[in-house]
């Protein structure tokens, strides 16, 4: 399966690479729905949509041998659907910069029948922001932001919305972290973790608390070196640790098949775990990721320090050094103890207890 994915990914660079947008929109089948508003037109009709602006559609048709193109006024439109291909599914479940041609091309030929009843250009348009997202420049981001709020002010389906805010948040997020402007991003970061919709959002979220709940630790154990000891202090320094660990393990409990997301949490979990010198958990943690992600760079990053671990646990405890410069009778004899010469030293007892003080004096 693993390879199939490498197949189609080198064919889909190969073909985006030399496709001009004409070509991917002539690729497409006529599949594609538009319903009449005036029912004396007929029946719901197949075509292929090549384009769309505000005021109309350009659609295509094969009649009899040829295929004819028409303007259609989107006035005259009770509604629109788009057959995705498979092709175009691929596209939308990859959402990366690979991909970020043909969706370019299909929601320039889509976004403006977003009000439409029955389409779905809203799919495409959240896959596109998903990998300008991805893509991870400013201006890119800027580009996401503008889809997202188009999606927001015009799409007829609300839980498309509702996901184009998700994104809208996830941006939020990354430009608050980015400028350092830390209240703003916990307070988005917590929100995410509230409504989990988007799952990019999520596992970025999750990854910077643990980050953040990490450095909290450090802090209180650097202020209260003997927070063991203090009642005000140990309940949220416990709080503070578990919810770091929760952080971090999130993304392999939850979102496995995210290779990246899972085998970094874990990998920083185990540095986690090592920070409080808690070496087996740091082994269980480490085997999990090398067992679950063997191929990650975390995991290639990890075999030597869990052989090392693993090694060290196997290893028997040393054995005390015997002093032997002093008796042991004489160490274990205390200044008023009296001790029978002929009593074993292990047997002797504690010293008799003092004689009881009368207060009258008879």
């Known amino acids: 399966m693993k390879l199939f994915g490498i197949i189609f990914s080198v064919w889909v660079a190969q073909f985006l690479s030399i496709a001009t947008a004409e070509e991917i929109l002539n690729a497409r089948p ?88 029955g389409s779905n250009a809203g799919e495409t348009g959240l896959a596109l922001a998903t990998a300008l997202r991805r893509s991870d420049t400013d201006e890119s981001l800027k580009e996401a932001e503008a889809i997202l709020q188009q999606i927001i002010s015009k799409d007829w389906v609300q839980s498309r919305i509702k996901d184009a805010i998700a994104q809208q948040s996830h941006i939020a997020l990354i430009r608050a972290v980015e400028k350092e402007k830390f209240d703003e991003a916990d307070r988005l970061a917590w929100a995410i973790t509230e409504d989990p919709r988007a799952a990019d959002g999520m596992l970025y979220a999750v990854n910077y608390l643990g980050d953040r709940h990490q450095a909290a630790l450090k802090v209180i154990d650097h202020e209260n070196p003997r927070w063991s000891e203090d009642p005000e202090i140990m309940p949220e320094r416990m709080r503070t640790y578990h919810l770091t660990v929760d952080f971090y ?114």
């Open 249 to 362: 393990l999130y993304p392999s409990l939850f979102h496995g098949d995210d290779e990246l997301a899972a085998s970094t949490g874990l990998r920083k979990a185990a540095d986690f775990y090592q920070m409080n010198k808690q070496d087996d958990l740091v082994i269980q943690t480490l085997e999990d990721l090398v067992a679950l992600y063997p191929e990650s760079s975390a995991a290639k990053d990890s075999t030597v320090q869990l052989a090392t671990l693993k090694a060290k646990a196997a290893a028997p405890p040393p054995v005390p050094a015997t002093s032997t410069t002093e008796s042991p009778k004489e160490e274990a004899a205390q200044p008023d103890e009296k001790i029978d010469k002929n009593t074993p030293l292990e047997m002797a007892g504690p010293p008799a207890p003092p004689p009881p003080f009368n207060i009258f004096g008879d």
């Open 30 to 117: 006529e599949a594609d729905e538009i319903r009449w508003k005036d029912p004396a037109r007929g029946a719901p009709v197949e075509v292929r949509i090549m384009s769309a602006d505000k005021s109309q559609l350009v659609v295509e048709k094969t009649i009899g041998v040829g295929v004819t193109r028409r303007n259609v006024p989107l006035a005259d439109l009770a509604g629109v659907r788009f057959t995705l291909t498979l092709a175009e599914r691929r596209w939308h479940r990859r959402a990366d910069e690979s991909v970020l041609k043909p969706l370019q091309v299909l929601w320039k030929a889509r976004s403006a029948t977003l009000a439409l009843s």
